[in-house]
């Protein structure tokens, strides 16, 4: 009966194994390949298009913030000039920079 028991659970054990085995070696053929390409080419495009609308509502806010500030005849306070390099106190412009060396 003991043996009965152990060889059972051998088969068992056996048949996860094989299946195991069987899936990770189809990932290595041309056709598991190409579906893994495909699936994470997927995904890449999924997440670009995503940040490409985050990036153009984030625009679209901006703006509409700016002309409102403008249709107000309000100075608009541009939070993230600090975060620039252009600080430019009085100056135009690179053009006119070079204008004035």
Do not use: C
């Amino acid at each position: 009966m003991k043996r009965l028991l152990w060889l059972g659970v051998g088969l068992a054990v056996g048949a996860i194994v094989v299946r195991k085995v069987t899936r990770k070696a189809n990932e290595f053929t041309p056709t598991g390949i190409a579906t893994s390409l495909s699936q994470s080419a997927g995904g890449l495009v999924e997440s670009l298009r995503s940040f490409v609308d985050d990036v153009r509502e984030g625009m679209a806010e901006r703006e509409q913030e700016i002309h409102e500030a403008f249709a107000a005849g309000e100075l608009y306070d541009d939070s993230f000039a600090d975060l620039r390099d252009d600080t430019r106190e009085g100056k135009h412009g690179r053009h006119a920079q070079e204008g004035q060396r």
